[in-house]
Protein backbone atom coordinates (compact mmCIF):
# COMPACT_ATOMS: atom_id res chain seq x y z
CA UNK A 1 0.00 0.00 0.00
CA UNK A 2 1.57 3.24 -1.08
CA UNK A 3 2.14 5.78 1.80
CA UNK A 4 -0.02 8.26 0.62
CA UNK A 5 -3.13 6.11 0.04
CA UNK A 6 -5.29 6.33 3.11
CA UNK A 7 -8.01 3.74 3.89
CA UNK A 8 -10.84 3.19 6.76
CA UNK A 9 -11.61 0.29 8.33
CA UNK A 10 -14.45 -1.79 7.77
CA UNK A 11 -15.21 -4.51 10.74
CA UNK A 12 -18.08 -6.79 9.32
CA UNK A 13 -19.67 -8.76 12.17
CA UNK A 14 -23.31 -11.01 12.11
CA UNK A 15 -24.78 -8.31 13.57
CA UNK A 16 -23.14 -4.71 12.53
CA UNK A 17 -21.41 -3.11 10.28
CA UNK A 18 -18.78 -0.40 11.81
CA UNK A 19 -16.45 1.75 9.99
CA UNK A 20 -13.21 3.84 11.28
CA UNK A 21 -10.63 6.35 8.90
CA UNK A 22 -7.64 8.24 10.45
CA UNK A 23 -5.72 10.46 8.50
CA UNK A 24 -2.26 11.73 10.15
CA UNK A 25 1.35 10.97 9.89
CA UNK A 26 3.93 9.47 12.50
CA UNK A 27 3.74 12.35 14.90
CA UNK A 28 -0.25 12.79 15.17
CA UNK A 29 -3.37 11.19 14.32
CA UNK A 30 -7.05 12.85 13.03
CA UNK A 31 -10.11 10.50 13.47
CA UNK A 32 -11.96 11.48 10.63
CA UNK A 33 -14.95 9.69 10.87
CA UNK A 34 -17.05 6.47 12.65
CA UNK A 35 -19.63 5.48 12.18
CA UNK A 36 -21.93 1.86 12.72
CA UNK A 37 -25.58 0.03 11.12
CA UNK A 38 -26.85 -2.66 12.58
CA UNK A 39 -27.76 -5.54 10.06
CA UNK A 40 -31.47 -7.44 9.71
CA UNK A 41 -30.99 -10.70 10.94
CA UNK A 42 -30.15 -13.62 8.81
CA UNK A 43 -27.82 -11.19 6.68
CA UNK A 44 -24.81 -12.74 7.71
CA UNK A 45 -25.23 -16.82 7.92
CA UNK A 46 -22.24 -18.66 8.93
CA UNK A 47 -20.49 -15.28 8.28
CA UNK A 48 -21.09 -15.09 4.88
CA UNK A 49 -23.69 -11.89 2.83
CA UNK A 50 -26.53 -13.47 2.05
CA UNK A 51 -28.06 -10.39 0.59
CA UNK A 52 -25.35 -8.38 -1.18
CA UNK A 53 -28.15 -5.82 -2.70
CA UNK A 54 -28.87 -4.49 1.31
CA UNK A 55 -25.41 -4.69 2.44
CA UNK A 56 -24.59 -2.66 -0.62
CA UNK A 57 -27.49 -0.39 0.41
CA UNK A 58 -26.19 -0.10 4.11
CA UNK A 59 -22.32 -0.19 3.36
CA UNK A 60 -23.02 3.01 0.96
CA UNK A 61 -25.73 4.32 3.61
CA UNK A 62 -22.78 4.22 6.82
CA UNK A 63 -20.39 6.19 4.52
CA UNK A 64 -22.47 8.82 3.51
CA UNK A 65 -23.99 9.65 6.92
CA UNK A 66 -21.24 8.19 9.70
CA UNK A 67 -22.11 9.19 13.46
CA UNK A 68 -19.30 11.16 13.41
CA UNK A 69 -17.14 12.99 11.12
CA UNK A 70 -16.52 11.96 7.32
CA UNK A 71 -15.17 9.06 5.14
CA UNK A 72 -13.34 10.52 2.41
CA UNK A 73 -12.18 7.45 0.58
CA UNK A 74 -13.18 4.33 -0.51
CA UNK A 75 -10.30 2.20 -0.13
CA UNK A 76 -10.84 0.29 2.53
CA UNK A 77 -9.26 -2.59 4.86
CA UNK A 78 -11.95 -4.97 5.76
CA UNK A 79 -11.92 -7.42 8.73
CA UNK A 80 -12.09 -11.55 7.79
CA UNK A 81 -13.35 -13.62 10.39
CA UNK A 82 -11.90 -15.24 13.22
CA UNK A 83 -14.09 -18.30 12.47
CA UNK A 84 -13.01 -18.58 9.15
CA UNK A 85 -9.35 -18.14 9.70
CA UNK A 86 -6.08 -20.26 11.20
CA UNK A 87 -3.69 -18.20 13.48
CA UNK A 88 -0.41 -20.03 15.01
CA UNK A 89 2.36 -19.65 15.52
CA UNK A 90 4.98 -22.79 14.02
CA UNK A 91 8.70 -22.71 14.58
CA UNK A 92 10.64 -23.64 11.74
CA UNK A 93 14.78 -24.32 11.82
CA UNK A 94 16.83 -21.28 10.84
CA UNK A 95 17.04 -20.38 7.33
CA UNK A 96 17.05 -17.70 4.76
CA UNK A 97 13.52 -15.87 4.30
CA UNK A 98 13.81 -17.25 0.06
CA UNK A 99 13.68 -21.17 1.84
CA UNK A 100 11.01 -20.12 4.28
CA UNK A 101 8.72 -19.44 1.04
CA UNK A 102 9.18 -23.42 0.54
CA UNK A 103 9.15 -24.60 4.24
CA UNK A 104 5.85 -22.75 5.81
CA UNK A 105 3.49 -23.92 3.29
CA UNK A 106 4.69 -27.47 4.39
CA UNK A 107 5.01 -26.76 7.95
CA UNK A 108 1.11 -25.36 7.50
CA UNK A 109 0.25 -28.40 6.40
CA UNK A 110 -0.27 -29.85 9.74
CA UNK A 111 -1.73 -27.11 11.35
CA UNK A 112 -4.33 -26.31 8.74
CA UNK A 113 -7.39 -27.99 8.49
CA UNK A 114 -8.09 -27.57 4.80
CA UNK A 115 -6.01 -28.32 2.12
CA UNK A 116 -2.60 -26.18 1.32
CA UNK A 117 -3.81 -25.01 -2.48
CA UNK A 118 -7.29 -24.04 -1.03
CA UNK A 119 -6.16 -21.23 1.39
CA UNK A 120 -4.75 -18.16 1.07
CA UNK A 121 -1.86 -18.77 3.43
CA UNK A 122 0.61 -15.28 4.73
CA UNK A 123 3.21 -15.53 7.60
CA UNK A 124 5.70 -13.32 9.10
CA UNK A 125 8.82 -14.39 11.40
CA UNK A 126 8.19 -12.73 14.67
CA UNK A 127 11.75 -14.03 16.23
CA UNK A 128 13.86 -16.66 17.15
CA UNK A 129 14.30 -19.25 19.87
CA UNK A 130 17.46 -21.38 19.57
CA UNK A 131 17.93 -22.39 16.27
CA UNK A 132 14.61 -22.28 15.75
CA UNK A 133 12.79 -19.46 13.42
CA UNK A 134 9.48 -18.23 15.35
CA UNK A 135 6.52 -18.22 12.34
CA UNK A 136 3.22 -16.06 12.76
CA UNK A 137 1.41 -18.06 10.29
CA UNK A 138 -2.11 -16.59 9.20
CA UNK A 139 -4.70 -18.95 6.69
CA UNK A 140 -8.54 -18.35 5.28
CA UNK A 141 -10.33 -20.30 3.14
CA UNK A 142 -9.89 -19.19 -0.87
CA UNK A 143 -13.52 -19.58 -1.28
CA UNK A 144 -15.01 -17.59 1.73
CA UNK A 145 -12.23 -14.68 0.84
CA UNK A 146 -13.01 -14.95 -2.58
CA UNK A 147 -16.66 -14.48 -1.58
CA UNK A 148 -16.13 -11.86 0.36
CA UNK A 149 -14.05 -9.91 -1.57
CA UNK A 150 -16.52 -9.78 -4.31
CA UNK A 151 -19.26 -9.12 -1.97
CA UNK A 152 -16.92 -5.70 -1.28
CA UNK A 153 -16.19 -4.67 -4.39
CA UNK A 154 -19.79 -4.54 -5.45
CA UNK A 155 -20.73 -2.33 -2.91
CA UNK A 156 -18.52 -0.19 -4.58
CA UNK A 157 -15.31 -0.66 -2.24
CA UNK A 158 -11.24 -0.63 -3.26
CA UNK A 159 -9.99 -3.27 -1.14
CA UNK A 160 -6.46 -2.97 -0.06
CA UNK A 161 -6.27 -5.00 2.37
CA UNK A 162 -8.39 -8.13 4.05
CA UNK A 163 -7.17 -8.77 7.81
CA UNK A 164 -7.95 -11.24 10.58
CA UNK A 165 -9.82 -9.93 12.99
CA UNK A 166 -7.20 -10.76 15.52
CA UNK A 167 -5.06 -9.17 13.83
CA UNK A 168 -6.88 -5.67 13.90
CA UNK A 169 -7.47 -6.02 17.77
CA UNK A 170 -3.76 -6.98 18.66
CA UNK A 171 -2.66 -3.90 16.24
CA UNK A 172 -5.31 -1.50 18.34
CA UNK A 173 -4.55 -2.56 21.97
CA UNK A 174 -1.35 -3.73 22.45
CA UNK A 175 1.61 -1.47 23.14
CA UNK A 176 3.83 -1.53 20.06
CA UNK A 177 6.87 -2.06 22.72
CA UNK A 178 5.27 -4.78 24.35
CA UNK A 179 6.84 -7.78 25.81
CA UNK A 180 3.98 -8.95 27.93
CA UNK A 181 2.04 -12.16 27.76
CA UNK A 182 -1.93 -11.40 27.96
CA UNK A 183 -4.89 -13.06 26.75
CA UNK A 184 -7.14 -10.75 24.64
CA UNK A 185 -11.17 -11.27 24.95
CA UNK A 186 -12.99 -9.90 22.47
CA UNK A 187 -16.50 -10.06 23.12
CA UNK A 188 -19.31 -9.16 20.19
CA UNK A 189 -22.56 -10.34 20.12
CA UNK A 190 -22.89 -13.86 19.17
CA UNK A 191 -19.24 -14.98 20.37
CA UNK A 192 -16.00 -14.13 21.90
CA UNK A 193 -12.55 -14.34 20.18
CA UNK A 194 -9.79 -15.45 22.75
CA UNK A 195 -6.22 -13.80 21.72
CA UNK A 196 -3.19 -15.02 23.10
CA UNK A 197 -0.24 -13.08 22.75
CA UNK A 198 2.83 -13.81 24.15
CA UNK A 199 5.73 -11.21 24.83
CA UNK A 200 3.96 -8.73 22.27
CA UNK A 201 3.28 -11.03 19.36
CA UNK A 202 0.40 -13.26 18.36
CA UNK A 203 0.17 -16.77 19.25
CA UNK A 204 -2.79 -18.35 18.70
CA UNK A 205 -7.06 -17.83 18.63
CA UNK A 206 -10.27 -19.16 19.54
CA UNK A 207 -13.71 -18.39 19.10
CA UNK A 208 -16.73 -19.70 21.54
CA UNK A 209 -20.07 -19.07 20.40
CA UNK A 210 -20.87 -17.31 23.88
CA UNK A 211 -21.23 -13.27 23.70
CA UNK A 212 -23.71 -10.30 24.84
CA UNK A 213 -26.83 -12.09 22.82
CA UNK A 214 -26.43 -15.43 25.25
CA UNK A 215 -26.78 -12.73 28.41
CA UNK A 216 -29.52 -11.61 26.59
CA UNK A 217 -31.73 -14.40 25.85
CA UNK A 218 -30.94 -15.78 29.71
CA UNK A 219 -32.56 -12.76 31.13
CA UNK A 220 -35.46 -13.14 28.31
CA UNK A 221 -36.04 -16.96 29.01
CA UNK A 222 -35.90 -16.54 32.98
CA UNK A 223 -37.99 -13.94 33.50
CA UNK A 224 -40.14 -14.11 30.93
CA UNK A 225 -39.81 -10.62 28.63
CA UNK A 226 -38.90 -9.96 25.37
CA UNK A 227 -35.66 -10.24 23.95
CA UNK A 228 -36.23 -5.81 23.67
CA UNK A 229 -36.28 -5.39 27.48
CA UNK A 230 -33.89 -8.37 28.05
CA UNK A 231 -31.34 -6.24 26.08
CA UNK A 232 -32.73 -3.06 27.92
CA UNK A 233 -32.40 -4.99 31.50
CA UNK A 234 -28.62 -5.92 30.10
CA UNK A 235 -27.52 -2.82 29.52
CA UNK A 236 -28.72 -0.54 32.35
CA UNK A 237 -28.00 -2.99 35.21
CA UNK A 238 -25.07 -5.12 34.15
CA UNK A 239 -24.65 -8.08 36.18
CA UNK A 240 -24.85 -7.11 39.70
CA UNK A 241 -28.16 -7.94 41.54
CA UNK A 242 -30.24 -4.47 41.96
CA UNK A 243 -33.38 -3.58 43.91
CA UNK A 244 -35.51 -3.53 40.57
CA UNK A 245 -33.53 -6.52 40.00
CA UNK A 246 -32.67 -8.77 43.18
CA UNK A 247 -32.06 -11.98 41.02
CA UNK A 248 -29.55 -10.53 38.03
CA UNK A 249 -26.65 -11.94 39.04
CA UNK A 250 -28.32 -15.34 39.39
CA UNK A 251 -29.96 -15.15 36.01
CA UNK A 252 -26.76 -14.87 33.95
CA UNK A 253 -24.50 -16.63 36.25
CA UNK A 254 -24.60 -19.85 34.07
CA UNK A 255 -23.43 -17.50 30.95
CA UNK A 256 -20.97 -16.10 32.89
CA UNK A 257 -19.55 -19.41 34.21
CA UNK A 258 -19.33 -20.91 30.77
CA UNK A 259 -16.92 -17.64 29.73
CA UNK A 260 -14.80 -18.34 32.35
CA UNK A 261 -14.51 -21.63 32.01
CA UNK A 262 -13.83 -20.99 28.87
CA UNK A 263 -11.11 -18.55 29.26
CA UNK A 264 -9.51 -20.74 32.13
CA UNK A 265 -8.94 -23.78 29.38
CA UNK A 266 -7.25 -21.32 26.97
CA UNK A 267 -5.12 -20.05 30.05
CA UNK A 268 -4.65 -23.76 30.99
CA UNK A 269 -3.85 -24.71 27.47
CA UNK A 270 -1.37 -21.84 27.12
CA UNK A 271 0.86 -23.05 30.50
CA UNK A 272 0.95 -26.71 28.97
CA UNK A 273 2.39 -25.51 26.00
CA UNK A 274 5.04 -22.51 27.28
CA UNK A 275 6.70 -21.26 30.08
CA UNK A 276 5.66 -17.67 29.69
CA UNK A 277 3.06 -16.48 32.22
CA UNK A 278 -0.25 -14.32 31.14
CA UNK A 279 0.31 -11.30 33.34
CA UNK A 280 -3.65 -9.78 32.02
CA UNK A 281 -6.43 -10.41 30.39
CA UNK A 282 -7.98 -7.40 28.40
CA UNK A 283 -11.50 -7.20 27.47
CA UNK A 284 -12.69 -5.52 24.39
CA UNK A 285 -15.91 -5.71 21.96
CA UNK A 286 -19.38 -4.09 22.57
CA UNK A 287 -20.38 -7.18 25.50
CA UNK A 288 -17.15 -5.79 26.79
CA UNK A 289 -19.00 -2.51 28.46
CA UNK A 290 -21.35 -5.37 30.64
CA UNK A 291 -21.71 -3.72 33.87
CA UNK A 292 -19.60 -5.12 36.54
CA UNK A 293 -18.05 -8.25 34.46
CA UNK A 294 -14.40 -7.23 35.40
CA UNK A 295 -15.51 -7.55 39.26
CA UNK A 296 -17.03 -11.09 38.41
CA UNK A 297 -14.10 -12.31 36.02
CA UNK A 298 -11.17 -10.68 38.59
CA UNK A 299 -11.11 -13.39 41.08
CA UNK A 300 -12.20 -16.21 38.71
CA UNK A 301 -8.90 -15.31 36.78
CA UNK A 302 -6.68 -14.54 39.86
CA UNK A 303 -7.65 -18.42 41.03
CA UNK A 304 -6.74 -19.43 37.73
CA UNK A 305 -3.30 -17.39 38.12
CA UNK A 306 -4.22 -14.29 36.35
CA UNK A 307 -3.67 -11.05 38.46
CA UNK A 308 -5.13 -8.37 36.22
CA UNK A 309 -8.35 -8.23 34.09
CA UNK A 310 -9.00 -4.58 32.66
CA UNK A 311 -10.78 -2.88 29.33
CA UNK A 312 -8.81 -2.48 26.51
CA UNK A 313 -7.74 0.93 25.15
CA UNK A 314 -7.64 0.87 21.73
CA UNK A 315 -6.35 4.49 20.61
CA UNK A 316 -3.03 3.98 22.55
CA UNK A 317 -0.79 3.01 19.81
CA UNK A 318 -2.24 5.62 17.83
CA UNK A 319 0.66 8.61 17.36
CA UNK A 320 -0.31 12.17 18.74
CA UNK A 321 -4.15 11.22 18.55
CA UNK A 322 -6.31 14.22 19.86
CA UNK A 323 -9.04 13.97 21.61
CA UNK A 324 -11.18 11.17 19.51
CA UNK A 325 -15.03 12.33 19.62
CA UNK A 326 -16.10 8.95 21.05
CA UNK A 327 -16.81 7.81 24.84
CA UNK A 328 -14.10 5.41 25.83
CA UNK A 329 -16.71 2.79 26.78
CA UNK A 330 -18.13 2.62 23.21
CA UNK A 331 -14.62 2.38 21.43
CA UNK A 332 -13.88 -1.15 23.10
CA UNK A 333 -17.19 -2.20 20.57
CA UNK A 334 -14.45 -0.55 17.68
CA UNK A 335 -11.35 -2.00 18.46
CA UNK A 336 -11.76 -3.93 15.51
CA UNK A 337 -12.23 -0.82 13.34
CA UNK A 338 -9.99 1.28 15.04
CA UNK A 339 -6.98 -1.63 14.27
CA UNK A 340 -8.39 -1.49 10.59
CA UNK A 341 -8.27 1.74 10.30
CA UNK A 342 -5.17 2.29 12.04
CA UNK A 343 -3.28 -0.06 9.15
CA UNK A 344 -4.87 2.13 6.79
CA UNK A 345 -3.32 5.34 7.48
CA UNK A 346 -1.05 6.73 5.53
CA UNK A 347 2.02 5.25 7.16
CA UNK A 348 3.39 2.08 6.91
CA UNK A 349 2.36 0.43 10.42
CA UNK A 350 3.00 -2.77 9.13
Given amino acids: MSKNLPAFGLDVSNATLKIAQFHGNKKESILKGFG ?12 AVTDGKTFNFLVKQILQKPQFGKIDTNFVVAS ?18 KEAENAVPFEAES ?3 LPIDQVYLDWQKIGETGDKMNILMVASPK ?32 PQDSKETVLIVDISASRSSLIMVEEGNLQFTSTIPIGGNAFTES ?33 VLPVLNNLSAEIKNILKFHNEHSEKQVS ?21 MQEAGVAKVELANPWQNLPGLK ?18 AHRGMNFDVY
Fill in 323 to 340: TPQMESLDSLGYVTAIGL
Fill in 36 to 47: EVSLPKGMIIND
Fill in 111 to 113: FIP
Fill in 219 to 251: IARTMGVSSSKAEEIKRKVGISNTTEYPNIRTV
Fill in 280 to 300: SIILAGGSAKLKNLIDFLAPQ
Fill in 143 to 174: QFVDGFLETLERAGLKVVALEVESQSCHRAVI
Fill in 80 to 97: LPESKSFVRVIQIPLMSE
